[in-house]
């Protein structure tokens, strides 16, 4: 496996491969210029480039103080399994050392976060913009809409 380079802030990605990658991961995926805005407006950013090529990313908002939320933790499905995921996830984390970190890993993930060190939380609550959605792929348990 080549090495791979982390890279913090958003200077010269390619948002179009954020968001391929988005896609191809099943997770959530807007237009190329909404992930630019939202890494943008992040206060940590990673991203993992292997044989100069991106690979992998993630980001957390924060007070900076004691709350931060991770997000958009992906890895190109060629590219998982190669220790990647995790290298984000402690770039991300060490950018954090004073907080409390929430995240909502995608159905069936949740057993790779453990392994970093996540609990699963027993008090978490959403309001998703598509509840329907998000109940039907595995996130929230079954409600009224």
């Known amino acids: 496996m080549a090495e ?8 010269g990605v390619d948002w179009a491969r954020v968001a391929e990658t988005l ?17 943008e407006a992040s206060h940590t950013t990673v991203f993992v480039y292997q044989g100069g090529q991106l690979v992998g990313f993630g980001r957390a908002i924060s007070d ?31 950018r954090l050392t004073s907080c409390n970190v929430i995240l909502y890993a995608s159905p069936g993930k949740e057993d790779f976060y453990r392994t970093l060190g996540f609990r699963k939380m027993m ?9 329907a959605s998000m109940e039907e792929k595995g996130f929230t348990e079954p409600g009224h809409f």
């Open 64 to 94: 900076g103080v004691y709350q931060a939320a991770v997000y958009d933790v992906a890895v190109l499905p060629e590219s998982q399994g190669k220790g990647i995921g995790k290298t984000v996830v402690q770039h991300v984390l060490a």
């Open 4 to 11: 791979v380079e982390v890279k913090y802030g958003c200077a």
């Open 23 to 39: 896609k191809r991961v099943g997770m959530a995926c807007h237009e190329p210029e909404a992930h630019r805005r939202a890494f």
């Open 123 to 131: 008090t978490g609550m959403a309001l998703f913009q598509n509840a």
